[in-house]
């Protein structure tokens, strides 16, 4: 199955949501109404890299809804049953009409389910459904595979001629970030201090340093 470098989201009459991935970076482009923001996220930024769902569901303002849908039930009763009365009731089921159409709205905008990718630089939120659920899942997988393959490509060259502490400190920033784990760090830390490094490695852990490790 061929890997997912961009995701695209749409959301009718307020705008959309896409992200791209390159060979180093993560591009955000949203626009809402007239606000169009650009953002671009290094790799280096961005570990660790995680989803989250969040979902949101009004409890009040249905039961007001339904305690105003009994008056317009009351008021289109009084405009057949009581004609002395017909012209107030319809003035009031069509200000009833009104808040419950208000309700409505405001109920459909807090009514939903998230999909949220989580990195280190900071979430970014997309509508989350059945449907869609797989390709968002997709996406998150591979930007994380991606962004670990290009740290590792770039951040885990070792060198015992050069000063260790430095290295030391990046390798250690990337153990932190989840780029490498345990027994990788050891790896390279042994590579980068030799003989004066006596730390031993956990039995049975793997010395691949692929994105599967982890």
Partial sequence: MASISSIRQNYPLVGYTYL????????VEQRRLFNLTKVEL?????????????HSIPFRLPLVALFISFGCLKSLYSIYAQPNQRESAIWLLLI??????????QILRDWHHDFVLTTGRGNIVLFD???????H??????LRDRTILYLRHHYTDINPLLPAE??????????????LNTTQFHQLK???????????LLPGQSDSISPSAN
């Fill in 42 to 54: 290094p790799f280096e930024e961005l570990m660790p890299i995680g989803v989250a769902h969040h």
């Fill in 129 to 135: 459904s059945r449907r869609k659920k797989a390709t």
């Fill in 166 to 179: 430095p290295q030391l400190a990046r390798l250690e920033w990337l153990r932190e970030r989840g780029v």
């Fill in 20 to 27: 791209t991935l390159t060979d180093k970076s993560l591009q």
């Fill in 190 to 200: 042994t590579r980068l201090l030799g003989r004066f490094y006596n730390e031993e």
């Fill in 137 to 142: 899942y997709e996406f998150a997988n591979e």
């Fill in 96 to 105: 009833l009409t009104g808040i419950l159409l208000a309700l409505i709205y």
